[in-house]
């Protein structure tokens, strides 16, 4: 496969260039490559995560709230689970409402136990930081121009600028966990790659709060006036969603706006119950379902958010993306230690598999909560047909809770 890739046009040969050499070159200090790092870095592989923005602009996105067992268990592994287990929040299920009333789906009668872990996204991104801080690995942080090349060949590279200084990175492999905009899945020749695409015709503007949840666990609203989600961060911290149009701007949701819309979209008690107060965060986020095939590129591999989304409704994205990282590090230690390449052979087939039963899980769960227009008054009728039958038939809430808490690892092995 030729997936050769000229320098950026950023890069001029006459000034001088830092060299250095790891075994892994992680792009991108989100969730995928910090996890990732901290996992090669207890197997003894040497890595440099390189981040375009700073610190601070990592942690200020507020986004996933919800973690599956299996993500839960890496953190463990990666010996960052500690205070997750103290401060996060167990919760063995969630309420669906549709036509003013509440059901709850009981995900531990549902599936034998399982329960999902409430902790921010910014909390674990927070932890798997000063883990990696603690151990002194190195992150670049604000790099500028980060560029990737020659990862059809056994010596890929990487490039890029920092406070004017060039450097260039020699690795045995590179990881893209760059996100959706990252460089690295732009930089796969477009013969190379087929990428899959759906986008939605509406936004979930959310909102974060200093104010008790309304209540203990999460409620997943389909009402004719749109979806709402009520989620939390802590017992005195709520994250809450409406479905908007894509075209509504920002400044056009004021608090007010935002709280009495909500209540309109809930059940009367918690209507009732629900606490207002100033936003501390808002911010309108687009819905996508995306995948990429294949998710290696010779010597480079695409992880999370780089190489898939999914809306957030079944909150799958940052749990997928634990699970790409957990086989790509192990794929990668059974190269450096077992020099085996099995594990990155199969790498793509693996993850893909696992990927496209969450993206078939979150555009379903999408399509029954939310308020299509073009579906008309009929596509309501439906909608709550299709919610009355799930959670009345035990083998239609099974199939929702074994889902939401995540298949697992070796399902339909
Ligand atoms: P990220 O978090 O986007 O991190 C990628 C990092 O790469 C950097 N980067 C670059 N670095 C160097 N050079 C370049 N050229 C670069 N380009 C980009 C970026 O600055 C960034 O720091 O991807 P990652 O690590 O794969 O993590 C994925 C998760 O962030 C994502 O899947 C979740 O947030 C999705 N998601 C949810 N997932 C769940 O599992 N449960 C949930 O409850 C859940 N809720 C959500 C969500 C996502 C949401 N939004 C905003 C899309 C709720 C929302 C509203
Ligand atoms: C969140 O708390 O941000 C959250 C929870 C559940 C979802 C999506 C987002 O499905």
Request: negative net charge; contains cysteine.
């Amino acid at each position: 496969m030729g997936t050769s890739v000229s320098a950026s046009p950023a890069f001029t040969t006459d000034i001088s260039m830092k060299k250095q050499r790891v075994q892994v070159a992680i792009i991108g200090a989100g969730p995928s490559g910090l996890l990732l790092g901290q996992l090669l870095a207890r197997s003894g592989i040497d890595a440099l995560i390189i981040e375009r923005q700073s610190p601070d602009y990592v942690l200020g996105r507020i986004r996933a709230g919800v973690l599956e067992q299996v993500t839960m268990d890496l953190l463990d592994e990666a010996g960052v689970g500690e205070r997750m287990h103290r401060e996060g929040l167990v919760h063995g299920g969630f309420d669906m409402l549709f036509k003013g009333q509440r059901h709850r789906i009981d995900l531990q009668q549902l599936t034998g136990g399982k329960q999902v872990m409430v902790y921010g996204q910014t909390e674990v991104t927070r932890d798997l930081r000063d883990a990696r801080q603690a151990a002194g690995l190195r992150t670049v942080y604000s790099a500028e121009h980060v560029s990737v090349h020659d990862f059809d060949t056994a010596a890929p590279r990487v490039r890029y600028q920092v406070g004017g200084e060039q450097h260039e990175v020699e690795c045995d492999f590179i990881a893209g966990c760059d996100g959706f905009h990252g460089v690295c899945r732009a930089s796969v020749p477009s013969g190379a790659i087929t990428e899959y695409e759906k986008v939605y015709p509406f936004g979930w503007l959310g909102v974060l709060s200093d104010t008790p949840p309304v209540h203990h666990e999460l409620i997943y609203a389909n009402s004719p006036r749109g979806f709402a989600l009520c989620s939390q961060r802590s017992q005195t911290r709520s994250r809450y969603y409406l479905q908007v149009p894509l075209t509504d701007k920002l400044e056009s949701w004021s608090d007010e706006a935002f709280w009495d819309e909500l209540r309109l979209r809930l059940d009367p008690a918690a209507r009732d119950h629900l606490v207002t107060g100033p936003s501390i965060e808002k911010s309108i986020a687009p819905l996508r379902s995306f995948v990429t095939e294949p998710m290696r590129f010779g010597r480079m591999f695409l992880a999370g958010d780089a190489a898939h989304i999914v809306p957030p409704t079944g909150a799958k994205g940052l749990n997928l993306a634990a699970t790409d990282v957990k086989y790509l590090a192990g794929a990668l230690l059974e190269y450096f230690q077992e020099k085996s390449q099995a594990g990155i052979d199969g790498y793509s087939e693996r993850c893909l598999r696992r990927v496209w039963r969450a993206e078939r899980f979150s555009w379903w769960f999408t399509s029954l909560m939310h308020r299509f227009p073009e579906n008309g008054e009929i596509g309501q009728k439906f909608q709550e047909a299709e919610l009355d039958y799930l959670i009345h038939s035990q083998a239609g809430a099974r199939s929702v809770a074994e889902n939401y808490v995540g298949l697992a690892l070796n399902f339909g092995e």
